[in-house]
């Protein structure tokens, strides 16, 4: 029998980026719609707040402005995040927006520089 307690603590433990691989393997492999539970997981404990954090590990990209070469950003937007040129479009017109969340600091970096270099405005949070 598996140990509930420890795996209850690796759910708790895990990344926003890992709660979704879950939430599609289980949808994908086991046909469970875990839509309710990966937020409740995503939110963390509900107990004192955790000690601060020496190095942040996990960023989110995010649009601040588009800047004037908006047909460019949105091209970039499309390739860099593998969305549809329409999701795209809407995000760059929602600027400011999260374009992605929880990447490394290298791929949160590497995409900064593919935006910014189109003329628009990133930070990293």
Not at 50 to 72: C, D, Q, R, S, Y
Not at 89 to 106: F, I, Q, R, W
């Amino acid at each position: 029998m598996a140990d509930i307690k420890a795996i209850a603590e690796q759910l708790v433990n895990l990344t926003v980026k890992e709660v979704n691989e879950l939430a599609t393997v289980l949808k994908e492999e086991y046909g469970i719609e875990p839509a309710a539970a990966a937020v409740a997981v995503a939110a963390g404990p509900a107990g004192p707040a955790a000690p601060a954090e020496e190095e942040k590990t996990e960023f989110n990209v995010v649009l601040a402005e588009v800047g004037p070469n908006k047909l460019k950003v949105v091209k970039a937007v499309k390739e860099a995040c593998g969305l549809g040129l329409k999701e795209a479009k809407e995000l760059v017109d929602g600027a400011p927006s999260t374009l992605k969340e929880g990447l490394s600091k290298a791929e949160a970096e590497n995409l900064q520089k593919t935006i910014e270099a189109e003329g628009a405005k990133i930070e990293l949070k």
